[in-house]
């Protein structure tokens, strides 16, 4: 164990131990302990650990310094009030309060001649006076002015006045009899708005409120006896409203002298407006007013001083306060002298230094700004301690002797920096200390629904009404009580009296018709009561149907938890919700999309291959044959080669000297016969002609073949192809690239991005609860089919005599969330059994609480009522025994011989179970034939058989549905990684929609603007369009 309420935010290990870091402000140290003894089954447990430091956790919101010595008082959110000692740099001591400190101010000398005495206000609406002793803080004065967090308050120059401010919108007044114990409260105004600082004014003697809507008031301080504190301590307060600007008033430009040259620099001037317009787009965002942080006098010897800060960057201004001289200053605004604020910087608080040397600014990111009093233009100091980011220093003050300065921040961290002062003091002497406890102090707030001073008043005048009802109700129970007890007194009289002057029930009621009334009264409420009773189960209905709406019938499948049989194993299902009708209608626009663009780049594909294949004319791409080329008509090269080897066949097939007769010799006369005959003359011309047909066809030939120089029309459609959708491949850093289309991302391709991450994480998630499911409907099976195999092995166990456990198998109510609306009727009745008995009893209590017609009915009926149905059970149980004592008591009385008939009736019971007795011995007794031994051991071994068979299956069974379940856990473990990463990618394609959407509209602000009236357009560096940019250069 580390200690008592410790919250563990990280730990590092020395050689030795272990440092703990605590969220509560503290630093631990705990023995390290050896694996070894641990293994070994050492104990441990007396192991703890030692307090190494002590911090505050989270915000320091103040700190104030000693007036007499170097010591300071620290306090933070975590309720700690320190003090420490920042020379050495040890804290003396601490106390810790229910609620966070706001603000805290250490009285100077003048109030409390020691220097020990601050005021502490808290975010519960305490205000504390605190004293600083030897050891610790007494409490020495205590009060709740407000019901919500005291934002901040402000005593009065000479400490007579104290005024208080929350964030309920409220000021309160005090008048300070004693600063260190003795507070009167005078009374409390409305305020419009939330005030931030609050300050004293010392030139109207007024009280300053800085408010978060920029106004700042200036609030009369009331008279003492002026409010009329006998009802309510409220009245309203005189305010007034000081005007002024939060910002620098800006110097006006001065005119330029127009020229009538018209060769002027039209480009130069144009891209001067353009400037202007850029200036005007960038402040177009907040003007204001924004919220007042701070507002301070200046010390002595700078009469109306006034410096301002407000929650905007750079931002903190020196007013010279003359307006408010005037009666109707509220009509006028002030204007600022200075700023005072550093670069982009936001300050948060100021205050002059303790000797008054210095105004110190405390700003967000952790900076600090010093500036000297006589010379508050010039920067003295600018530090940055804290951290940069979460570091706001929330207070910053000096030492007495302005030697030292102290910061906290939001980071937590509280710095100490050693200045040179301006003029040195002395040695500062230890105040004179007492023991915690020596002098008066007062009790504590200690609860945080404590009454405020207002809420005291208000709440005695009730409960004093509220005391004095209540003595009227006892006084009238009184009387009731004995009005019961002498109904009870002749109600005994009356049962003590003899049978014939008893007074009936029927008799003793005066006046029936008040039963029937009662009675009607009674019918009447138990009809409110169910109407009433009706119209609260439509509302819980109705707000049941909204949340499962909600919640449940928006999902398509919610987290339900699957667990393992035997390895202790389980796995969840991927809570996924349906589908809006939105996103499908978004998903089946980006399918079609895709779909139409697939389509429309295959026709683009192939209209190019066509244009590409007809480029040149030709339906085959250019590439002919001579086997495409047409041929001349009548005989051609085939003729001749035909002749050819018809001549060259006859020859052969003749043989020598022309004498013999072959089959080319008979061919060649039938050919002879048939065609005609021709002459010489005409062969030659028709041989001349088939040439000339030859040599012209071989000319268009030649004039169609391509030549070196042509280019292949594969090689153009390749071209084509990648001048469309290859892209620009400049440099991206030249000014002439441009983004080829395929490679644009614009805000619509990002959302379709989005649109079809969200489906594929959707369908993952269902595919797994698919299986998950599919896995739970196989574990509902298997059960019951277990259910009935060990149903099987009961009836075994029986005929074999052997008691046995059998496992019990069933769903978890985590497996079933779907049933969660489904109840049983037993346990319905056994709810209404409960409900109707707690009715009773808290009926019951009411009415001995009143005191009044409890014994109306009959005081044993309540009784009645009140028992359950076991009560009734046993009183039935023993009126029937006293039943039968009478009729026995009767029968032994009529019949003298009854006990020893009954004697003879319980021995010859006896005797028939001792004969019973006496044949199961003698049947046990009987020895067993070696067939029906044979038989048994045959039965025994069947059974024995069939029971190990219907375990293993069991046990086979619950082995391979575990075996399935962990591996689908693994499973989910590895999806799990994926829909994070896929969570994570989408949460970057929702930013980078976000950038692109912003884009866009950037640009359709820069075209509309480019193309506005009586401007000329621009290309994206100035220039005009029509002329170069290298031009543009040398002009330039």
């Known amino acids: 164990k580390v200690g008592d309420n410790v919250i563990i935010r990280g730990m590092t290990r020395s050689s ?28 441990i447990s007396g192991i703890h650990g030692t307090l190494f430091k002590s911090y505050h956790a989270d915000r320091i919101t103040c700190v104030e310094t000693s007036p007499v010595d170097h010591m300071a008082v620290t306090a933070g959110d975590d309720g700690s009030v320190r003090l420490f000692d920042y020379i050495t740099q040890k804290e003396v001591f601490r106390e810790t309060f229910s609620a966070g400190a706001t603000c805290l101010f250490w009285m100077p000398v003048e109030w409390d001649p020691e220097g020990l005495t601050f005021a502490v206000g808290f975010e519960n609406g305490v205000l504390r006076i605190l004293r600083r002793t030897e050891n610790g803080f007494d409490l020495t004065a205590v009060m709740k002015p407000h019901t919500k967090a005291l934002t901040c308050f402000a005593f ?55 408010m978060e809507d920029g106004t700042l008031y200036l609030v009369d301080f009331p008279e003492e006896g002026s409010v009329d504190q006998s009802v309510s301590f409220e009245f309203e307060a005189a305010y007034h409203k000081f005007v002024y600007n939060q910002q620098m008033k800006k110097e006006e430009k001065p005119q330029k002298e127009k020229k009538d040259d018209e060769g002027e620099d039209d480009d130069k001037k144009d891209d001067d407006e353009d400037d202007e317009d850029d200036e005007e787009v960038e402040e177009d965002g907040d003007k204001g007013p924004w919220p007042c942080n701070f507002a301070i006098m200046a010390p002595e010897g700078d009469p109306g001083k006034l410096i301002i800060g407000v929650q905007k960057e750079e931002a903190v201004f020196e007013y010279a306060g003359e307006t408010w001289e005037s009666p109707d200053f509220e009509q006028f605004a002030e204007d600022p002298i200075r700023n005072l604020a550093f670069y982009n910087t936001i300050a948060v608080t100021a205050r002059y230094s303790r000797a008054g040397n210095y105004l110190l600014i405390g700003c967000e990111k952790g900076r600090l700004l010093m500036r000297q009093k006589n010379n508050l233009p010039k920067m003295f100091h600018a530090t940055l301690m804290h951290d940069g980011m979460y570091g706001t220093i929330l207070a910053a003050t000096t030492s007495y002797d302005d030697a030292y300065l102290l910061t906290v921040g939001a980071d937590g961290c509280f710095f100490v920096q050693k200045i040179d002062p301006i003029e040195p003091k002395g040695v500062a002497k230890a105040p004179k200390l007492s023991k915690k406890g020596a002098k008066k102090t007062v009790d504590d707030i200690l609860h945080t629904d404590a009454y405020s001073i207002q809420e005291a008043k208000l709440k005695a005048d009730e409960d004093r009404r509220r005391e004095l009802a209540e003595m009227k109700k006892k006084s009238l129970r009184e009387q009731v009580q004995e009005l019961m007890r002498e109904y009870e007194d002749l109600m005994q009289a009356n049962e003590a009296a003899e049978k014939g002057k008893r007074i009936s029930k029927e008799e003793l009621s005066l006046d029936p018709e008040i039963q029937e009334i009662l009675d009607k009264q009674n019918d009447n409420r138990v009809e409110i009561a169910r109407k009433e009773m009706a119209w609260i189960t439509a509302k819980k209905e109705l707000k049941l149907d909204k949340l499962r709406s909600v919640f449940i019938d928006s999902l398509q499948v919610e987290r339900i938890l699957l667990y393992g049989f035997k390895n202790g194993r389980s796995v969840s299902s991927f809570r996924t919700a349906r589908l809006t009708e939105r996103q499908k209608k978004n998903i089946a626009g980006v399918h079609e999309l895709i779909q139409t663009g697939e389509e429309a780049k295959r026709r683009a594909q192939f209209s190019a291959n066509q244009a590409a294949s007809t480029k040149d004319g030709s339906p085959h791409g250019g590439d002919e044959s001579f086997s495409d080329i047409e041929k001349p008509s009548g005989m051609g090269m085939e003729g001749d080669s035909k002749e050819f080897n018809e001549t060259n066949l006859s020859d052969q097939s003749g043989g020598e000297g022309g004498t013999g007769k072959g089959l080319g010799d008979t061919q060649q006369r039938k050919k002879k016969e048939k065609m005609p005959v021709k002459s010489a003359l005409d062969k030659a011309e028709e041989r001349k002609r088939e040439r000339e047909e030859r040599d012209r066809g071989l000319q268009e030939l030649k004039q169609r073949m391509p030549n070196d120089n042509t280019e292949d029309h594969k090689d153009m459609a390749i071209i084509i192809r990648a001048e469309k959708y290859m892209g620009d491949y400049k440099l991206k850093s030249d000014p002439e690239y441009v983004v080829p289309e395929n490679q644009r991302v614009t805000a619509e391709q990002k959302l379709n991005q989005l649109i079809l991450l969200e489906e594929s994480i959707s369908t993952l998630r269902m595919d797994f609860n698919d299986r998950f499911l599919a896995l739970r409907d196989l574990k509902r099976r298997l059960i019951d089919n277990i259910t009935r195999d060990n149903g099987r092995i009961i009836e075994i166990n029986k005929q074999l005599k052997v008691d046995e456990p059998v496992m019990s198998l069933t769903m978890y109510p985590d497996e079933q969330p779907e049933n969660r609306n489904k109840v049983e009727r037993e346990v319905l009745v056994q709810f209404e059994k409960e409900q109707l008995k707690a009715e009773k009893k808290a009926a019951a209590r009411a009415k001995a609480a009143a005191g009044f017609g409890a014994d109306l009915d009959g005081g044993d009926q309540e009784d009645e009522d009140d028992e359950d149905d076991d009560g009734k059970k046993k009183e039935e149980k023993k009126e029937d025994k006293k039943e039968d004592k009478k009729e026995d008591k009767k029968t032994t009385s009529k019949l003298g011989k009854g006990r020893a008939i009954g004697r003879r009736e319980s021995a010859s019971l006896s005797g028939k179970q001792r004969m019973e007795q006496e044949r199961q011995q003698r049947l046990a007794a009987i020895q067993k034939s070696p067939l029906e031994e044979e038989e ?101």
Not at 16 to 43: C, R, T, Y
Not at 176 to 204: A, L
Not at 957 to 986: P, Q, W
Request: proline content about 5%.
């Open 16 to 43: 030795e131990s272990w440092m703990i870091q605590d969220g509560n402000g503290a630093f631990w140290k705990v023995p390290f302990v050896d694996h070894k003894d641990v293994i070994a089954g050492k104990d």
């Open 156 to 210: 009065s120059p000479d400490g007579q006045l104290l005024v208080t401010a929350s964030s309920d919108e409220t000021l309160f007044f005090f008048v300070v009899q004693d600063p260190i114990q003795e507070y009167q409260p005078i009374g409390f105004s409305k305020i419009p708005g939330k005030p931030r600082n609050i300050s004293w004014n010392t030139d109207q003697d007024r009280a300053m409120v800085c």
């Open 936 to 1036: 048994e051991y045959v039965v025994t071994e069947k059974l024995m058989y069939e029971k190990s068979r219907l375990q293993r299956k069991i046990d086979k069974t619950i082995s391979t549905f575990d075996d399935a379940l962990d591996e689908l856990r693994r499973e989910k473990f590895k999806l799990e990684g994926d829909l994070k990463m896929a969570d994570m990618k989408l949460l970057l394609l929702y930013k980078e929609l976000m950038l692109l959407t912003d884009f866009k509209k950037r640009d359709q602000q820069l075209t509309k603007k480019a193309g506005g009236p009586g401007r000329r357009k621009k290309g994206y560096h100035g220039e005009d369009p029509a002329v170069p940019r290298e031009a543009g250069r040398e002009e330039g």
